[in-house]
């Protein structure tokens, strides 16, 4: 196989200036909730609100449920977790939180509103749905550098995905991303990295699934969100094809599908795992019988992105969970190599806001 570098996008969506945004000391939020109403509802407990003070500001809103703990702590896990994290430019924490609201069994917690989305909204707006275009290699590798940069004191998020990752407006051409939601975080403890735990969302898990208590898995994760950026989907078959295959075969649901409420998420768990290298040409895709897709809403063929790329992808999503980098890896090895790509792509404005930033 030829040898494919990264090389430089060829358009890229919302192109501005390259210099960064003043960076200005916050006022300290004050929530009054006369204040604000509801602008857009985005499930039964999360909304976007609009300031009635403020023209033009928002946040979202977040109702939480506080679980039964071992430290007897009101606050619901997310906050539990985050407060256990500094403040950094990798990961979303709440402007304001408000325990026992609207009642006892719940707290309230408010979030900046990052108007470009989660990574699944973002890629479809600026380029699924103009003319399918690929996101350009440099955002990929901002984007896989990115959520694993900050410090988590081995916490482990355990639900690392596309609708979990928020992409940030920084200024300059080139987005930042931060790590969200933490409702299934969990500090690693060695004795139960081999508990199975039935938590977050299972098509983004990794085979062993689930048992998902390790690093390991977070690892894959991050492999299967990159894999999502480059193709379009997830790395595994399609799981409404394995349901029908399992259902025929057993004539109903398997006796091990009554393990999980729905079953549905026995299929989303148990669906085979299946990596895509992208870094094929067009040739290299028919030929190995990828390409061309027969879908409407996708590229007939896979964009053809660099062997680093494809590389570091492919070491996350290793089946073996032991075989695939360490964290530490992927800073001191992919880290600076990936810098240096960046560098090479877009000079120094590819690297704003790349430098691991905390607070005291």
């Avoid at 985005?42 to 403020?54: D, G, M, W, Y």
């Avoid at 609708?163 to 931060?178: A, E, H, Q, R």
């Avoid at 290299?284 to 494809?310: F, K, M, T, V, W």
Wanted: charged residues 20%.
């Amino acid at each position: 196989m030829a040898k494919r570098k990264a090389t430089a996008p060829p358009a890229r969506a919302g192109r501005r200036s390259k210099r960064s945004k003043t960076t200005n000391c916050t006022p300290e939020f004050i929530w009054k909730p006369r204040d604000w109403a509801e602008k857009k509802a985005i499930s039964n407990r999360v909304s976007v609100l609009a300031s009635k003070t403020n023209r033009g500001r928002l946040v979202v809103k977040k109702v939480m449920r506080v679980t039964p703990n071992s430290a007897n702590d009101p606050r619901p896990l997310e906050i539990r977790a985050v407060s256990q994290l500094p403040d950094c430019n990798r990961v979303v924490k709440p402007i304001f939180f408000s325990p026992a609201d609207p009642d006892a069994a719940q707290g309230t917690a408010i979030f900046e509103h990052l108007p470009l989305g989660d990574l699944m909204a973002w890629k479809a707006a600026c380029f699924d749905q103009k003319n399918l275009k690929p996101v350009p290699e440099s955002f990929i590798w901002r984007f896989f550098l990115g959520p694993r940069r900050e410090e988590r004191h081995c916490m482990i998020h355990r639900d690392i995905k596309p609708n979990n990752i928020l992409v940030v407006d920084n200024g300059t051409t080139y987005p930042s991303f931060k790590l969200a939601d933490f409702g299934c975080a969990l500090l690693y403890q060695r004795q139960k990295a081999s508990r199975p735990a039935r938590c977050g969302t299972f098509e983004w898990q990794p085979p062993e699934n689930p048992v998902i208590n390790t690093r390991a898995a977070d690892i894959w994760a991050l492999g299967a969100s990159t894999h999502f950026l480059a193709t379009g989907q997830g790395p595994l078959q399609s799981i409404a094809q394995y349901t029908i295959a399992r259902w025929n075969e057993n004539n109903g649901h398997p006796a091990s599908a009554q393990n999980y409420n729905p079953p549905a998420r026995y299929y989303a768990t148990r669906v085979p795992r299946e990596v895509t290298p992208i870094n094929l040409s067009t040739t290299q895709q028919i030929a190995r019988g990828i390409a061309p897709y027969i879908n409407p809403n996708r590229a007939d063929y896979n964009h053809q992105y660099s062997d680093e790329l494809n590389g570091w992808m492919s070491q996350c999503l290793r089946a073996t969970p032991g075989r695939r980098p360490t964290v530490q890896r992927l800073l001191n090895s992919m880290t600076p190599m990936a810098k240096d790509l960046l560098k090479q792509i877009g000079g120094q404005a590819a690297l704003t806001d790349l430098d691991f930033d905390s607070g005291p």
